[in-house]
């Protein structure tokens, strides 16, 4: 993992030099970063614009793994995919870190966590989703603005309490999430694959197995997991996708046990696809923050009308659609809102 592979997969010219590969970086949020710092490893000269947004990037890092570090002490939620990702690269090169993924144990200690970010941090958006059917699952995304926020990404942190959502309708919710470490990261990686199958696995995925590489995977075990995950598909695709940049190492022969994995799933699919029931996720449409409501461990669900759900949260207030809502469904909504408010 070093700058000659980031020009391969960024398809840069070496001869163009490391402003180019900074340049192409830029298509992506937050792999400027990682292109900062590998040319900092390198000893590449630059001026004190670009070692500030580096500086700033490590900043956002160090603090997400400091709130993961706080939360999981005091709510019992822990960081899957990115933060734990990060660990596995050498040491100076920073992992982009778009988003602070959590999970939760449960409803009670997601909203918990959310009631601290919320109480802590200037949070300005508040993202709700409801996955599957009885029992739902619940997924948070919070955001608040950077130091600089035109220059700079938003903080964005995703808290659920299912840790791989699966595609709502083939492969199901699986809230629990249990294995070593590095074959989390891995099965995380093959989730996140699932969820965007119709696009190639980008260069940070690629990265992300590249630091993988070095770690005592046991193939049969790991080939095993990842088949009981339902994603032994996807681990195929981005392990074949990697192979062609980067050495597997253990995961060569993690790869080669797929195989079995690979016709069982295909054929759990495929028998699913005519059974099975869908369950979009059903998202919240912002109908009002509220005051902190301390004493509530869970969301509410009120149906006061066929073609109105909504979902009161310890934090704010919300209209749930499979589709964006319409002003009449809000207005209708908001409505039931203030009805909800003169009884309680």
Not at 151 to 179: E, I, Q
Request: charged share 20%; net charge neutral.
């Amino acid at each position: 993992m070093n700058t000659a592979l980031l020009y391969r997969l960024l398809d840069a010219d070496p001869a163009a030099g490391p402003a180019e590969l900074l340049h192409r970086a830029r298509a992506g949020r937050h792999l400027a970063h990682l292109v900062l710092s590998a040319l900092v490893r390198d000893g590449v000269r630059m001026g004190e614009p670009a070692r500030a947004e580096l500086r700033r990037a490590r900043a956002r890092a160090s603090h997400y793994a400091r709130l993961a570090t706080d939360l999981a002490r005091s709510t019992g939620v822990r960081a899957i995919r990115g933060l734990p990702l990060a660990a596995y690269y050498p040491a100076g090169l920073l992992r982009p870190l778009d988003t602070l993924d959590l999970v939760a144990p449960d409803e009670a200690a997601l909203w918990q966590a959310v009631i601290r970010l919320v109480t802590d941090h200037p949070v300005e958006h508040i993202d709700v989703s409801l996955l599957g059917e009885r029992p739902h699952h619940t997924a948070v995304t919070v955001h608040w603005p950077a130091d600089d926020p035109l220059v700079d990404p938003w903080y964005r942190v995703h808290l659920t309490t299912a840790a791989l959502p699966g595609d709502g309708s083939a492969v199901p919710v699986r809230p629990y999430l249990v294995a070593d470490e590095h074959v989390e990261c891995l099965i995380a990686l093959a989730e996140s694959h699932l969820q965007r199958s119709a696009r190639p696995p980008g260069p940070v995925t690629l990265l992300d197995i590249a630091g993988l590489t070095r770690q005592p995977f046991e193939p049969a075990e790991t080939a095993a997991v990842l088949g009981a995950y339902r994603l032994a598909p996807e681990a195929a695709i981005l392990l074949d996708h990697a192979a062609d940049h980067v050495p597997l190492g253990s995961l060569a022969a993690v790869r080669a046990e797929l195989a079995p994995e690979l016709a069982a799933e295909h054929r759990r699919r495929a028998e699913t696809a005519t059974t099975a029931p869908s369950f979009p996720s059903r998202h919240g449409t912002l109908l009002r923050r509220t005051v902190i409501r301390h004493d509530w461990d869970k969301a509410r669900l009120l149906a006061p009308a066929p073609e109105t759900l909504l979902l009161l949260t310890p934090v704010a207030d919300y209209l749930l659609t499979p589709t964006p809502a319409t002003p009449t469904t809000r207005t209708a909504a908001l409505q039931a809102l203030h009805r909800w408010d003169t009884v309680c």
